[in-house]
């Protein structure tokens, strides 16, 4: 029963009750916060559904967040992949950082050697030989740095051979600016090159359905590629995410349970050329295998699909990933075909991709549909049964009518021969 309209109905039975003249005013019951985060926004005069939280949204990413971290240190550890992790705006400002940050270093070092040799004070001395020729403030040792770290050499400013010290530093600059170069180049070359961006060519279908397929209840969904270039080694998988209370009490939140779509047999390796219409048979092992079409809209369950394989440009592995809530669940439909001969190639329609039709489906779970075909054959089983015991319960009849009248004769017989002796 929903709570707004239980309440509501509380207040217009006391209205009634109360005086006209006298107005009394009445307050909404004020709920806990969690009942009010429970409650959507749009509530129906019946009963309104609960808003089920997504564990993995419709794009893939994970909707969840880690809080209260304190082992930060460990993102320090492996720095590249956290630079790679970042977003675009923050890895470009750090790119541009830290060429700015050495360059202002080497500089400063650079100006440091040629103020502490005083090279400043004979600026224009035909007989004194600088550190760096052409270097006469901050600016000009900058500009150096730059030259020097980038290898650009306008041939303006150069090192001199009476300068050990800045012979040094410029080894110690060259190897450094090397490093930097390799580790931000390629940060940002991976960055570029991530097979995050190939997963946005992968489609999955809005909505699952649950249909009939060669005499079984099926749960199916649709899978895509829009790129001409393919997946190689293409897998998929299903999880189940429900939360579960174990037998010993222990609550498990959002509990994952493998969805078998094919990984016996082999189903689950996919040549995904055109759409595929990936199947998971309702059994004995399947997690809905009790649920039926009444009970379905009840359950708080979501299903994680995941597609993987290699991209065939780069051969990077990539992964796409999507959800299926309750709501997104169709019982007693099946996808409309995409795939149609033309003159000489087979075209795919992506306008149909998610478009689905009903069909004739039980409305029972997979469950009760099996107990119905045993009692189906339960009658048939018995009659047969049946007539195999009335018919040895007849020829046991017929045995003892044949052995009383075999008796009869006997005893007949006998009496004719006492006759004759007389």
Known sequence: VCLFSLAANVLEEDS???????????????????????????????????????????????????????????YLTDIFTTLVDLKWRFNLLIFVMVYTVTWLFFGMIWWLIAYMRGDMDHIGDSTWTPCVSNLNGFVSAFLFSIETETTIGY??????????E?????????????????????????????PKKRAETLVFSTNAVISMRDGKLCLMFRVGDLRNS??????????????????????????????NVGYY?????LFLVSPLIISHEINQQSPFWEISKAQLPKE???????????????GMTCQARSSYITSEILWGYRFTPVLTLEDGFYEVDYNSFHETYETNTP????????????????????????????????????????????????????????????
């Open 16 to 74: 009634m009750e109360q005086d006209i003249e006298s107005p009394v005013t009445f307050h909404q019951p004020k709920l806990p916060k969690q009942a009010r985060e429970d409650l959507p926004k749009n509530i129906s005069k019946e009963c309104a559904k609960r808003k089920i939280q997504r564990y993995v949204r419709k794009d893939g990413k994970c909707n969840v967040h880690h809080g209260n971290v304190r082992e930060t240190y460990r």
């Open 155 to 164: 041939g303006y400013r150069v090192i001199t051979d009476k300068c050990p």
């Open 166 to 194: 800045g012979i040094i530093l410029l080894l110690v600059q060259s190897v450094l600016g090397s490093i930097v170069n390799a580790f931000m180049v390629g940060c940002m070359f991976v960055k570029i090159s991530q």
């Open 230 to 259: 393919h997946i190689v080694e293409a897998s998929i998988r299903a999880k189940l995410i429900k939360s579960k209370q174990t037998k010993e009490g222990e609550f498990i939140p959002l509990n994952q349970t493998d969805i």
């Open 265 to 269: 047999t082999g189903d689950d390796r």
């Open 300 to 314: 708080e369950l979501e299903i994680v699909v995941i597609l993987e394989g290699m991209v065939e440009a780069t």
């Open 363 to 422: 409305v029972y779970s997979a469950k009760e549909l099996a107990e119905m075909a045993s009692r189906a054959e339960l009658p048939l089983t018995w009659s047969v049964s049946s007539k195999l015991d009335q018919h040895a319960e007849l020829e046991t009849e017929e045995e003892e009518k044949n052995q009383e009248d075999q008796n009869e004769r006997n005893g007949d017989v006998a009496n004719l021969e006492n006759e004759s002796k007389v």
